[in-house]
Each structure stands twice: as structure tokens, then as C-alpha cells.
């Protein structure tokens, strides 16, 4: 790496730090940013995780000091999204780059969506013990699905995240973003060992990347957020288009 290369990663590292605490869709920036610099699409999938990782740990510590880590939630929750991500991680170093560039521009657009879409304020938060067994095992189904997309991909999981918290428990997104760094954490920790065994991460851009993405954590989990959210969807709408784009081979410029 150039002192370029490195201040591209830092920077893109921390603004997806920030991103992924406030709300989700980091992964959006870096994970492109990791393919257009030269990494194959398995080794940028397994580099992006050590950086999402130090991430997680930054967010996490600052929610539990300030008392909204829901850590019950998180590992119940978390049991099912660890095994479907060791399922993703396994598919995602098993097929070809070209395939999963195609797969990456598709959920990059799709994830387009989520980030345009408002998401319903909830405040009666309820502890999970006290929902039907039927909602215990929808919840976990819907996390071992997280899971298997975070572990193959991971792009956008956040929101899918927060949507499942909200809609199916009725979770405030504070409570929702807690569990959100606690389990995604947990996962990307398990699924990073399938890529690790798998000769699947560059260390040096992973290290580096990390840096940024722990202090723009450490940064976003302590703004208090005051329409800086329509910013972030704009910029991430406009970048996300052209890069799926260039992954589609489209050369915009």
C-alpha cells in the first residue's frame, strides 16, 4: 500500500464506522473500495470483517457503559445468526469473483431501498422472554437468515437487522441498535475463522481499515443525530449507484 491507499482506507474505514453505529450500510464503501484495490471478491469479503469486527467492540463498550446493551437479547438472537453465518462464510470462498461482484452490485442496490425508507419509532420495549414461543422462533429463523447473509456477504445487514427488532418485537431503535453491533459482532467474529483457515484476509489493509472503522464507531455512537441522518442517505444512495455500477462493468465516468 501508498500513503494514498492507506488514507483512502482510513478515511472510507471511518466514515463507514460512523455509518454502521448511526444506522447500518458501511459495508456499502468499504467492501467495493477493498475490490477496487486490487483484492479478490473472497479476500475483501474476509479483510472487510476484521474492520466491522473492531467496530462492533468500540460500538458495543460504549453502549454497555452507557447501559443500553441488551446482552440477553443479543445472545439469544445471536446462537442462530453464528450458525447461519458459518453457512455464508463457506458459500462466500467457494464461488467466483465475477459471481459474487454481480451478487455484491445487486444487494448494494437493494440495500438502496432500506436506506430510503423511514423506520417506524417504537417505545414500549418489552424484554424477549416475555413474547409467545412462536415469536422466540420466528425471531430465531429470521436471525439464522441474517446470518447466513452476513456471513456470505454482510452488506446492508444491519438494516435487516433493525427491521426484524422493530417489526416483529416492536424494539425502539435504540434497543435495536444495541442488539444490532452485539450480535452482527458475534457473527462476523465466527464467520471470520471460515475465511481465516481459508487464507482469506489481507492483514495489513484489514488492520488499517480497522483503525478507521473503530474510531468512526467511537465518533457516530456518541452523536446525537439531528438531521444528519438525510446527509448520510444521500451520499450513500449517490456512491452506492456508482459503485454497483462499475461492478456491473457500467463506467460512469
Known amino acids: 500500500m501508498n500513503i494514498t491507499h492507506i488514507l483512502l482506507v482510513l478515511i472510507t474505514g471511518f466514515v463507514a464506522g460512523i455509518i454502521n453505529t448511526i444506522a447500518a450500510g458501511g459495508s456499502l464503501l468499504t467492501l467495493p473500495l477493498l475490490i477496487f484495490l486490487g483484492l479478490p471478491a473472497a479476500v475483501a469479503n474476509g479483510t472487510n470483517r476484521v474492520a466491522i469486527i473492531a467496530q462492533s467492540i468500540s460500538a458495543t463498550i460504549y453502549f454497555y457503559r452507557k447501559g443500553h446493551l441488551e446482552k440477553g437479547i443479543g445472545?439469544?438472537?445471536?446462537?442462530?445468526?453464528?450458525?447461519?453465518?458459518?453457512?455464508?462464510?463457506?458459500?462466500?470462498?467457494?464461488?467466483?469473483?465475477?459471481?459474487?461482484?454481480?451478487?455484491l452490485a445487486v444487494m448494494m442496490l437493494v440495500t438502496v431501498i432500506f436506506i430510503s425508507i423511514k423506520p417506524k419509532h417504537y417505545h414500549a420495549d418489552r424484554n424477549i422472554f416475555e413474547f409467545s414461543l412462536l415469536k422466540k422462533i420466528l425471531g430465531s429463523f429470521?436471525?439464522?437468515?441474517?446470518?447466513?447473509?452476513?456471513?456470505?456477504?454482510?452488506?446492508?445487514?444491519?438494516?435487516?437487522?433493525?427491521?426484524?427488532?422493530?417489526?416483529?418485537?416492536?424494539?425502539?431503535?435504540?434497543?435495536?441498535?444495541?442488539?444490532?453491533?452485539?450480535?452482527?459482532?458475534?457473527?462476523?467474529?465466527?464467520?471470520?475463522?471460515?475465511?481465516?483457515?481459508?487464507?482469506?484476509?489481507?492483514?495489513?489493509?484489514?488492520?488499517?481499515?480497522?483503525i478507521g472503522n473503530a474510531t468512526g464507531a467511537w465518533v457516530g455512537s456518541r452523536l446525537a443525530i439531528w438531521k444528519g441522518d438525510k446527509l448520510i442517505k444521500i451520499f450513500l444512495i449517490v456512491t452506492v449507484v456508482i459503485m454497483a455500477a462499475q461492478l456491473f462493468g457500467i463506467n460512469i465516468f
Open 75 to 103: 445472545l439469544i438472537l445471536g446462537i442462530p445468526a453464528c450458525l447461519g453465518a458459518l453457512i455464508g462464510a463457506n458459500i462466500a470462498i467457494s464461488i467466483s469473483d465475477h459471481i459474487f461482484n454481480y451478487i
Open 142 to 210: 429470521l436471525f439464522f437468515i441474517i446470518g447466513l447473509y452476513g456471513g456470505f456477504i454482510q452488506v446492508g445487514a444491519g438494516f435487516f437487522i433493525i427491521s426484524s427488532l422493530t417489526i416483529l418485537f416492536g424494539f425502539s431503535l435504540t434497543k435495536s441498535n444495541s442488539v444490532k453491533v452485539f450480535v452482527g459482532g458475534i457473527y462476523i467474529f465466527v464467520s471470520l475463522f471460515v475465511f481465516i483457515i481459508n487464507n482469506q484476509v489481507n492483514w495489513s489493509l484489514g488492520m488499517t481499515l480497522a
